[in-house]
Nanobody, 126 residues
């Protein structure tokens, strides 16, 4: 069992940067595929970024490519999402997810992940 807890969400102005963290307890994340999703009010959950398995490639959603960077620190059992040049449309609840047996073709499918955090709110507004 893996317990995930996100942190770092807050209100920021357009163009600012923010870093989200997702700390895992219970089991090591080093072999898991981990990802960030987000969900805005009235919208479906959207894939933001994901790292496929241990040491795998990092993938990004089209809307955040070039602005967001995902990383993992296996020693701290934590993953991060660095978000630059934030826009009002980035406003959402951001969720961390993990799965041990995910295949690459399912990376962007939220229903394929076994473990989820409770989410952290990011609001981008002037």
């Amino acid at each position: 069992q893996v317990h995930l807890e996100e942190s770092g969400g807050r209100l920021v102005r357009p163009g600012e940067s923010l870093r989200l963290s997702c700390a895992a307890t219970g089991r090591t994340l080093s072999r898991h595929t981990v990802a960030w999703f987000r969900q805005a009010p009235g919208k479906e959950r959207e894939f933001v970024a994901g790292i496929f398995r241990s040491g795998g490639s990092t993938y990004y959603g089209d809307s955040v490519k070039g602005r967001f960077t995902m990383s993992r620190d296996n020693a701290k059992n934590t993953v991060y999402l660095n978000m630059d040049n934030l826009k009002p449309e980035d406003t959402a609840v951001y969720y961390c997810a993990a799965d041990l047996n995910l295949i690459l073709s399912s990376l962007r499918l939220s229903r394929q992940y076994d473990y989820w955090g409770q989410g952290t709110q990011v609001t981008v507004s002037s």
